[in-house]
């Protein structure tokens, strides 16, 4: 799995200061994606090791790593963020998909946070009322939805 950037943002999980790290190779193709060179497969490899230094050097900044995209590799996703719970205790994982939902037994439970719904542009985002895209908080296993604009249900 490759990412293309990364950034430290606070707006995409309230509440905490997170690594969003934008990963490549985007299999979904939304009409008016706002970021559409993350459906290229460019970019460097993310590793455990990549992902180590990047939060090892951020460290005293974050309170979040939040897995943007990989759609593509529902696997990697998984794997990083069981390397990420198992070397950093207490640091919050996050994934953003753009499914409309989960693959089959996926590992909730891994993750503190997760994003599920495609772009559809008449929509709008996660800060729009009446848009599809849904920010879940995960608290022992199971899915709350957290109301990012208001209105979103």
């Known amino acids: 799995m490759k990412y293309y ?5 606070f707006a995409e999980i309230p ?3 997170t690594l969003a790290i934008n990963l490549a190779d985007c299999p979904n193709r939304c009409p008016g994606c706002h970021s559409p060179w993350l459906q290229q497969q460019q970019g460097t490899e993310l590793t455990t090791d990549t992902l180590s230094a990047l939060i090892d050097y951020y460290h005293r900044a974050i309170t979040c ?11 990697a996703v998984v794997s990083l963020a069981r390397f990420v719970a198992e070397k950093y205790e207490g640091l919050r994982r996050g994934w953003y ?5 989960l693959p089959a037994d996926f590992p909730i439970g891994l993750f503190d946070y997760i994003k599920l719904g495609r772009y559809v542009q008449e929509l709008g985002d996660l800060t729009q009322t009446g848009t599809n895209q849904r920010l879940y908080n995960i608290l022992d296993g199971q899915m709350y939805p957290m109301t990012v604009a208001k209105g979103a249900k």
Not at 97 to 101: A, L, Q, V
Request: with cysteine; net charge negative; glycine share 12%.
């Open 15 to 17: 509440a905490q200061t």
């Open 5 to 9: 950037n990364y950034d430290i943002v």
């Open 97 to 101: 998909s753009g499914c409309d939902e």
């Open 65 to 75: 790593v939040c897995f943007m995209g990989g759609d593509n590799d529902h696997s």
